[in-house]
């Protein structure tokens, strides 16, 4: 298995709603990431797990919460979201520290209504 | 302040023939460069690599090119077809610790048959 699954692919929720972006990799990489997305922008870091251990939050906004259950998983909560946040989420896996660059799942498109 | 930057939004190119889409970068820390690509509605996929202790590295019609003191690289297709029609990302980033990969803004390549 090389991929990286993400669910849902697509997601419209209102700004008092709570949901979740879900991630999985089978490929034994211990770090996992999200990234956001915005059209015509490139990819910003979110959040790096290693060891299932969060080691970067890129100051975001509480209202986004990261949780990596195990190895496999990783999760994104989303509570109180703004229109602004309406993007593309990226997941991605590496080996380790991720020198080799990341495997990226296809994304979660999300809009905030 | 963009780090990575790609200074062509779009490019075309006829089929057959070399496209050669740029990078620049500002952070002279930055010593190991990714390409990605990325398909519409797809995460982005790893393309090629290279070192800040190389100059050169070539897979199969990729070959991407690194001039330090200039602060530049570059990604030759060649032959140039078709299903090579992608956003192309460049990244960028520090070798110590966990990468963290910094994303230019992509270039929308597109070979015309």
């Known amino acids: 298995d090389t991929e990286v699954t993400q669910t849902p692919k697509h997601l419209v929720m209102g700004m008092t709603n709570k949901k979740s972006l879900k991630c999985e990799q089978h490929?034994?990489?211990?770090?996992m990431y999200w990234y956001k997305q915005k059209a015509k922008k490139p990819p910003e870091l979110m959040f790096v797990?290693?060891?299932?251990?969060?080691?970067i939050n890129e100051s975001v906004p509480s209202r986004f919460s990261p949780e990596c259950p195990n190895s496999s998983l990783l999760n994104l909560h989303l509570h109180a979201l703004q229109p602004e946040d309406s993007a593309l989420y990226l997941c991605?896996?590496?080996?380790?520290?991720?020198?080799?660059?990341?495997?990226f799942g296809s994304g979660t498109r999300l809009t905030v209504v | 302040d963009q780090q990575v930057k790609q200074n062509s939004p779009s490019l075309s190119v006829q089929e057959g023939r070399i496209s050669i889409l740029n990078c620049d970068y500002t952070?002279?820390?930055?010593?190991?460069f990714l390409w990605y690509k990325k398909y519409p509605a797809e995460g982005p996929t790893f393309l090629i690599s290279?070192?800040?202790?190389?100059d050169k590295n070539e897979d199969g019609r990729f070959t991407v090119f690194l001039n330090k003191s200039a602060k530049h690289l570059s990604l030759h297709i060649v032959p140039s077809q078709p299903g090579d029609s992608a956003v192309y990302f460049c990244?960028?980033?520090?070798?110590?610790?966990?990468?963290?990969?910094?994303f230019g803004t992509g270039t929308r390549l597109k070979v015309l048959a």
């Open positions: 290279i070192s800040s202790i190389k």
């Open positions: 991605a896996s590496s080996q380790t520290n991720g020198v080799y660059g990341y495997t």
């Open positions: 797990y290693s060891y299932e251990k969060l080691s």
């Open positions: 490929m034994g990489h211990r770090a």
């Open positions: 990244a960028a980033s520090v070798t110590s610790g966990t990468y963290k990969y910094i």
């Open positions: 952070n002279s820390m930055f010593d190991y």
